[in-house]
T-cell receptor
Framework: DGGITQSPKYLFRKEGQNVTLSCEQN?????MYWYRQDPGQGLRLIYY???????QKGDIAEGYSVSREKKESFPLTVTSAQKNPTAFYLC??????????????FGNGTRLTVT | SQKIEQNSEALNIQEGKTATLTCNYT??????LQWYRQDPGRGPVFLLL?????KEKRKERLKVTFDTTLKQSLFHITASQPADSATYLC???????????FGIGTKLQVIP
């Protein structure tokens, strides 16, 4: 089955530590995205990538970093500079350029708790 | 920047009735609007997409309308069932697909 795999489902870290969230897709999609979801707020875009070795900041990129070395993988690092890192993180993909209007395919998220 | 408002955070209806969820947006008219379903602890799942030049789109018991004059989309679930209970998200993008903006969502509870 094609899809997006996010791991782990739950992640706990101490304040001041960097942590990397994994996102892998086997849909052969060009574009990948990271969103953050907090109670009472809509999904907010952190970073997106339209193609390998290229990515752009979303609306709330501060304190986060990404890489896109392979088409299938788009890991997100939550750095110690992120002031409120505890949240539900969602990775998504879409076919990309040339597939205008394509919906997003989401993974099942990673719930990060920083104490 | 684009702002999306979904009519209420929670909506309770009786099984068998039609649920109607509202999505209003400000500023620019989006090229298309999407609706997703999200269950607790899971990622959103795409349901329907409607383009700016379409008035209505249907899929089984689901119907979406798009009124660019009112800057509003309505999402209907007919003959609702308890299994339809979930949070429904409205999302839109202007021009390209890259930056899709989501509303907070409406939590629908269908009561048996």
């Amino acid at each position: 089955d094609g899809g997006i795999t996010q791991s782990p489902k739950y992640l706990f870290r101490k304040e001041g530590q960097n942590v990397t969230l994994s996102c892998e897709q086997n849909l052969n999609h060009d574009a990948m995205y990271w969103y953050r979801q907090d109670p009472g707020q809509g999904l907010r875009l952190i970073y997106y990538s339209q193609i390998v070795n290229d990515f752009q900041k979303g609306d709330i990129a501060e304190g986060y970093s990404v890489s896109r070395e392979k088409k299938e993988s788009f890991p997100l690092t939550v750095t110690s500079a992120q002031k409120n890192p505890t949240a539900f993180y969602l990775c998504a993909s879409s076919p990309g350029s040339g597939s205008y209007n394509s919906p997003l395919h989401f993974g099942n998220g990673t719930r990060l708790t920083v104490t | 920047s684009q702002k999306i408002e979904q009519n209420s955070e929670a909506l309770n209806i009786q099984e068998g009735k039609t649920a109607t969820l509202t999505c209003n947006y400000t500023n620019y008219s989006p090229a298309y609007l999407q609706w997703y379903r999200q269950d607790p602890g899971r990622g959103p799942v795409f349901l329907l997409l409607i383009r700016e030049n379409e008035k209505e789109k249907r899929k089984e018991r689901l119907k979406v309308t798009f009124d660019t004059t009112l800057k509003q989309s309505l999402f209907h679930i007919t003959a609702s069932q308890p299994a339809d209970s979930a949070t429904y998200l409205c999302a839109l993008a202007i021009g390209g697909y890259q930056k899709v903006t989501f509303g907070i969502g409406t939590k629908l509870q269908v009561i048996p």
